[in-house]
């Protein structure tokens, strides 16, 4: 759902695309934020590989970013493919799947042994579906975020390399 595969084709031969690339990349951590220089890319290229985000794509709600991974590959003329991945950081996965394990969790607990005492009698079934329903929401909102991101990340790419 998070992690999608794409390929584009780009009329450039292989080793201009990824001078290209290599170009508007700068290293992971790299210190050049703090003087205003950034490049469209945060990441790294070893050979025909790549894996980087987009820095200045707009966060919605939160800082998560969308990585590209990679590589090129060559095609006949002077025309190659990219083919890579999208998905979120690790970090960002990491904290999903914590948050909404512990919305399942409590859901199932609260389900399976719903509270019993006399005011909470009347509000057994709203308190049964309120971690349902943080659930789904987290699910939806994690959805569209990423995938708002990831057009902007493949729009800044292809805008790059002239596709």
């Not at 450039?12 to 003087?35: F, H, M, P, Y």
């Not at 512990?102 to 859901?107: D, E, L, S």
């Amino acid at each position: 759902m998070l992690i999608r595969k794409h390929k584009i084709e780009v009329l450039l031969a292989s080793q201009k695309c990824l001078e290209l690339i290599s170009d508007a990349t700068e290293r992971k951590w790299a210190n050049s934020k703090v003087w205003g220089q950034t490049k469209p890319f945060e990441g790294t290229v070893h050979g025909r590989r790549f894996s980087f985000s987009v820095n200045g794509v707009r966060r919605i709600f939160s800082g998560t970013r969308v990585v590209l991974s990679g590589s090129v590959r060559d095609l006949d003329g002077d025309r190659c493919l990219l083919e890579f991945v999208t998905r979120p950081r690790v970090f960002d996965l990491g904290f999903l799947v914590i948050w909404l394990g512990m919305a399942g969790i409590i859901g199932v607990r609260i389900f399976s042994h719903p509270p019993i005492s006399e005011p909470l009698q009347y509000w057994n079934a709203s308190i049964v579906v309120v971690p349902f329903i943080a659930f789904t929401f987290s699910v939806a909102l994690e959805y569209l975020r990423f995938k708002s991101m990831e057009k902007e990340s493949l729009s800044v790419l292809k805008k790059m390399l002239f596709c």
